[in-house]
């Protein structure tokens, strides 16, 4: 979550995510790692333009530990994560489904015909998990979530929680929600439990 709310979380998540990181890599266990950030679609009242706002990005897809270019063993991971900065995401609630559904699908989104380009989200994003490896999202917001329809210039495009849900458990995607002083906690467990595989 790289919403303006978000901007006194940002550093408690950035120390936290690096803990995690170090942890599961001296941890002996095999594991890959990745980050994808959002902040809302780029249509009023939803984000702005402006600000970069974007409904989701991979920022970096999933790779192992040891593989970046400084060889400090520990993946460009932990560069990416103290490279976030917050941006918009104009409204309250945000785009954590459609980067839930995009992060598990890599499906893609053209608004093109509805008239907004620029909030396009490009195919082939998703996060590639390894075969046999056991795949987990962790999605750390402080906002609830945005749903389909709501009201802007636009219908809110983004999925549905049953769409978003059924997408994550098509790719035994299972989901643990980190809540920021409670915000979106409501939203946290319905895609946990959902994706409770």
């Known amino acids: 979550d790289l919403t303006g709310s978000f901007y006194d979380d940002i550093a408690n998540f950035q120390a936290a995510a690096t803990e995690i990181v170090n942890a599961l890599a001296a941890s002996g266990l095999n594991v ?3 980050l994808g950030s959002y902040e ?13 706002d974007v409904a989701y990005r991979r920022d970096l897809d ?3 530990p040891g593989t970046d270019a400084d060889s400090n063993g520990i993946p460009d991971i932990i560069d990416a994560i103290n490279a976030l900065i917050v941006k918009c995401g104009a409204d309250t609630p945000e785009a954590q489904l459609p980067a839930l559904f995009q992060t598990a699908t890599g499906a893609g989104q053209d608004l093109s015909g509805a008239g907004y380009p620029g909030a396009s989200i490009p195919a082939g994003l998703q ?19 945005h749903l ?3 009201s802007g210039d636009i219908a809110y495009p983004g999925p549905t929680f049953a769409e978003t849900i059924a997408a994550l ?5 299972a989901v643990i929600g980190m809540s920021a002083g409670g915000g979106g906690f409501g939203d946290l467990q319905t895609v946990a439990a959902g994706t409770d595989t």
Not at 169 to 173: C, K, L, P, Q, V
Request: glycine share 16%.
């Open 32 to 34: 890959h790692i990745g």
């Open 40 to 52: 809302d679609y780029p249509i009023d009242p939803f984000g702005s333009s402006g600000c970069g």
């Open 62 to 64: 999933i790779s192992p």
């Open 127 to 145: 996060a590639n998990f390894r075969p046999g490896a056991m795949p987990l999202v962790i999605i750390w917001t402080d906002a609830s979530f």
């Open 148 to 150: 389909a329809g709501d």
């Open 169 to 173: 458990n098509a790719g035994n995607i």
